[in-house]
């Protein structure tokens, strides 16, 4: 390997190692750093590329519509108990200008489910391609996973709130991959997401990966993922608990990230003063 590529494998192992698992790439660089005869969309273990341990998956480098995002929507809600709030917002924000123009042609805006008096509510930062096609949000291989841990906490899809901060599947040219959402979408659909939180007044806000918590908490290049899984912030007055997105760990699915992410379920878990049994406090833990 050159050593411009070592550099840029090195500082992707030390992103992957804070828990960042996409970046965005432009096609140029794209270009640039994948041999030409390689096909990049098929990389992932290639022979030049980032070399053992990393895979050079690369994601759509679709850019974001030109047009700049008018000012985020102004809610205000009628009154109601919760599930008449939440059922209006719904409405809403399906009937969105915005939003229905970044859709794909038979692609549905992403609202969220769950239950209004949920206590735990889950966020993450934009539908992919198999939500955009329902309409509902965490469908895919990473919400699967999200389910299996709903459900490893005692819990079921019913008991707890899932959506994500972009209503909208962020657009894409190509016939795979995901683009993450831009800052500025984010901020258009925060209204959104911020009068979810005020219909369902959950205990704990669980941010799923990175782009999520920029999302919500603003970004910060020093804000290393890394440093912060695990640990508690707050989101309108709500506690606000950072772990990893399931997508992550689709690809680090090792022991030892497992039990992270479990570790910070576990925290939900005391914070909702649910019921803990030892055996579910011993998950992925290595056995001695
Ligand atoms: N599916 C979602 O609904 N949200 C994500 O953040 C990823 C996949």
């Known amino acids: 390997m050159s050593s411009g590529l070592e550099a840029i494998a090195n500082e992707l192992r030390r992103l992957q190692h804070d828990g960042v698992d996409r970046i965005f790439v432009e096609d140029g660089t794209m270009q640039l750093i994948v041999p030409p005869a390689q096909d990049p969309n098929l990389s992932e273990q290639d022979k030049d590329g980032p070399g053992p341990n990393l895979k050079f998956t690369t994601e759509s480098v679709a850019t974001p519509k030109a047009t700049p995002l008018p000012e985020p929507p102004k809610i205000i809600r009628p009154e109601g108990d919760a599930a008449s709030q939440l059922a209006w917002l719904k409405d809403r924000v399906l009937a969105c200008e915005v939003c229905k123009d970044h859709l794909s042609d038979d692609g549905k805006i992403v609202f969220g489910t769950g239950s209004a008096q949920a206590d735990i509510f889950f966020c993450g930062e934009a539908p992919d391609a198999d939500e955009e096609r329902e309409g509902k949000a965490f469908i895919g291989k990473p919400g699967q996973l999200l389910t299996k841990i709903t459900k490893a906490m005692g819990l079921s ?100 990230t497992k039990r992270m992410v479990w570790e910070d379920m576990l925290q939900v878990m005391e914070k909702c003063s649910l019921e803990i049994s030892d055996q579910k406090r011993g998950f992925f833990l290595p056995k001695s």
């Not at 901060?165 to 959104?192: A, Q, V």
Request: with cysteine; charged share 20%; proline share 9%.
């Open 157 to 256: 899809s019913e008991n707890v709130y899932t959506t994500n901060i972009l209503k909208w599947r962020p657009e894409h040219d190509k016939p795979y991959g995901n683009r993450p959402p831009t800052l500025d979408e984010m901020r258009f659909c925060l209204p959104y997401l911020k009068d979810q939180l005020k219909t369902i007044q959950p205990k704990v806000i669980v941010a799923l990966g990175n782009t999520t918590v920029s999302g919500l908490l603003g970004h910060d290049p020093a804000r290393k993922m890394g440093a912060i899984r695990g640990t508690w912030d707050q989101f309108e007055n709500i506690p606000l608990m950072i772990s990893f997105h399931p997508a992550y760990l689709l690809r680090n699915g090792t022991l030892k």
